[in-house]
């Protein structure tokens, strides 16, 4: 069965240094979903695209966040520099796109700790 | 302001107790509602969702939009129920979703 994969799992870095997270939705999923999720909070939504086209960043911090979709697949979520409140659970999930889709398959998550 | 409440943070029952997970909302329009489950080592996946009006794994969820309500519930609950779970809802148009806290549910034997 086809699942969404993030890596790294596993992130530690210091304050004030970069960090990037790969995301690759489901083959064929048109939409791809960056979540944050805080420890004892449920995820709040960071950037949604549709393709490569961003549909929703309100809520990205862009100031040090940025997140691409070159081609329409795979994606990068970078924090640059990374603050001490950063450390989270960074989520990917994607859903097929169409107007009658739901569900959105969500990946094992990527655990950040900056320190 | 668009948002998802879930009041409890854990709800502790004793396994073939009956289990209601509570989850309020404010959204101006229609949304559409979810139930997401997350068991131990697992990944965040979806239970159900108002339209299908389907019983899932023994639960049920009724959207109730004058209490703008969509409470979780079984009648009997299982040890393998334990799990976090999220109430959502998904926007009109741009597919938006918002999780609420999540409740910790735990089955006692």
């Known amino acids: 069965e086809a699942e969404v994969a993030q890596s790294p799992r596993y992130k530690i870095t210091e304050k004030s240094q970069a960090v990037a997270f790969w995301c690759d939705p489901i083959?064929?999923?048109?939409?791809l979903y960056w979540y944050r999720q805080i420890l004892g909070q449920g995820p709040e939504l960071l950037v949604q695209?549709?393709?490569?086209?961003?549909?929703?960043d309100s809520q990205l911090p862009k100031d040090r966040f940025s997140a691409e979709r070159l081609k329409g697949v795979d994606s990068t979520l970078k924090i640059q520099p990374a603050e001490l409140g950063d450390s989270a659970m960074y989520l990917c999930?994607?859903?097929?796109?169409?107007?009658?889709?739901?569900?959105?398959?969500f990946g094992p998550g990527t655990r950040l700790t900056v320190t | 302001a668009q948002r998802v409440t879930q009041p409890e943070k854990l709800l502790s029952v004793f396994k073939g107790a009956p289990v209601e997970l509570k989850c309020n909302y404010s959204y101006s329009g229609s949304p559409e509602l979810f139930w997401y489950v997350q068991y131990s080592r697992q990944r965040l996946q979806l239970l159900l969702r108002h339209i299908s009006r389907e019983s899932i794994k023994g639960f049920t969820a009724d959207l109730n939009k004058g209490e703008t309500s969509f409470h979780l519930k079984k009648p009997f609950a299982q040890e393998e129920d334990s799990a976090m779970y999220y109430c959502?809802?998904?926007?009109?148009?741009?597919?938006?979703?918002?999780f609420g806290t999540g409740t910790r549910l735990k089955v006692l034997a």
């Open positions: 999930a994607s859903s097929d796109g169409s107007s009658t889709s739901y569900e959105q398959y």
């Open positions: 959502a809802l998904r926007g009109s148009g741009t597919y938006k979703y918002i």
């Open positions: 083959s064929g999923h048109a939409t």
């Open positions: 695209f549709q393709d490569e086209s961003v549909v929703d």
